[in-house]
């Protein structure tokens, strides 16, 4: 019953003009975000100027020396920002783009980077929205048990003009709640040079380990559950603190 309500109410949604225009805006954003990365990635260039040592830098540099799998990459990720741009592959665009994007998500907040620590989870989300608009192309894969809509309920597509106000209101909550978790949940990050990671220590309750942080990370090359680590146990310490 609750599954047959669920198809009920996507089967409204997907009738809705404003709904309609927010899937093409969001297929469209996830190509943008992939066509120019998997371009690099295709002509065999280093994808970001980040330093070796630090942790980003550093992944993304031994992913640049690994022969012909970087270039891999870079075809699936266009091969996928295409599929979602042609109305009849959209759907198999979301799916070849989800576990990609998951990946690079997951990665970002593991290494704490700032270029994409907020992009990434958005994307997930803008993905995930897809999976969820082409629910009924893709529940035919899903171990779902097949539910059938009775005769008197099945009505002709009839195209709803009227704004979703609702849904449009939880997304952006939901997306400003995001960014705001995200952007508050580590108490430092490597940021992407030495002197952006100096910025922490100013207004951190532990400016001289932020400082070892900051040059262990940088400057060391030191791993970066080593440097938290020592940042963690160090003991609070404002006297005398110079930038």
């Not at 082409?134 to 003009?161: A, C, F, G, S, W």
């Not at 940021?191 to 990370?217: E, Y």
Request: net charge positive; charged share 15%.
């Amino acid at each position: 019953m609750i599954l047959f309500k669920l198809e009920q109410l996507h089967r409204q949604m997907k009738q809705n003009r404003w709904l309609r225009y927010f899937t093409i805006f969001n297929r469209v954003a996830l190509a943008a975000g992939f066509l120019p990365s998997g371009f690099v990635k295709i002509m065999g260039e280093r994808f970001t100027n980040l330093s070796n040592n630090h942790p980003m830098g550093h992944y993304l540099e031994a992913l640049h020396h690994t022969g012909y799998y970087y270039p891999f990459i870079g075809v699936v990720q266009m091969s996928a920002a295409f599929l979602l741009l042609i109305p009849r592959t959209a759907t198999l665009g979301a799916l070849l783009y989800f576990p990609i994007i998951l990946n690079i998500c997951i990665l970002s907040l593991a290494v704490r980077f700032d270029g994409s620590l907020i992009t990434a989870p958005l994307m997930v989300l803008s993905n995930f929205y897809l999976l969820c608009w082409d629910y009924d192309r893709i529940k035919h894969i899903l171990p779902l048990k097949p539910t059938r809509m009775p005769y008197n309920e099945i009505k002709p597509e009839v195209i709803n003009h009227r704004f979703p106000v609702a849904f449009f209101a939880g997304a952006f909550l939901l997306v400003v709640a995001l960014v705001g978790v995200i952007t508050n949940m580590y108490t430092i990050k490597p940021r992407n040079t030495l002197s952006d990671c100096m910025m922490q220590c100013k207004g951190s309750g532990k400016p001289d380990a932020c400082v070892i942080f900051c040059n262990g990370i940088h400057k060391d090359g030191k791993p970066l559950d080593v440097s938290l680590d020592a940042y963690e146990n160090a003991k609070p310490n404002t006297a005398g603190y110079k930038p």
